[in-house]
């Protein structure tokens, strides 16, 4: 997709905040600090649109993005070791589950999971609950520029093993900073979209 134009338009924490608008959404989750800020930013052809932040759990709202007035992208709080307490890990839980499985304009999930390690714990289970909703997953391994290139497929055996991923959704290996797999990542949210370039 070309983009022309791209801004958040509301940081939600309740469904009677989401925007009122019948586009199709795409959902981005992943754990704190996994580059979710950064794969936003690249997509969008952005220097700072999304807000990145070396300190985990920034991220606290649902934000709603934007794109082209023809879609929307749902940057959903990181999960993982963010520093913040159990009633506010609770309070984020029930916000993301209210959004997944109560939101009919949401297409389908990027899940990023960071190239370099196996997914987590919170990775497979993230995993396991979009698949649990039947909502069309995309896997994005980020960082991938911190890995030498020959070592890229060992590394996506293992992101596919350890999340026992579903043979029909798509694996990209991304680069915020080289934007290796950004055409594959747009070619896989128009599809889920029916958003054609």
Known sequence: MKVTSSEIVISAVKPEQYPDLDLPEIALAGRSNVGKSSFINKLLNRKNLARTSSKPGKTQTLNFYIINEVLHFVDVPGYGYAKVSKSE?????????????????????????????????????????????????????????????????????????????????????????????????????????NLKK
């Open 89 to 193: 890990r609770d309070a984020w839980g029930k916000m993301i589950e209210t959004y997944f499985t109560k939101r009919r304009q949401l297409c389908a999930a990027v899940l990023l999971v960071d190239l370099r390690h196996a997914p987590s714990k919170d990775d497979v289970m993230m995993y396991e609950f979009l698949k649990h909703h039947d909502i069309p997953t995309i896997v994005v391994a980020t960082k991938a520029d911190k890995i030498p290139k020959g070592k890229w497929q060992k590394h996506m055996k293992v992101v596919r093993e350890t999340l026992d991923k579903d043979p029909n959704d798509p694996l990209i290996c991304f680069s915020s900073e080289t934007g290796q797999g950004k055409v594959e990542a747009w070619s896989a949210i128009e599809h889920y979209t």
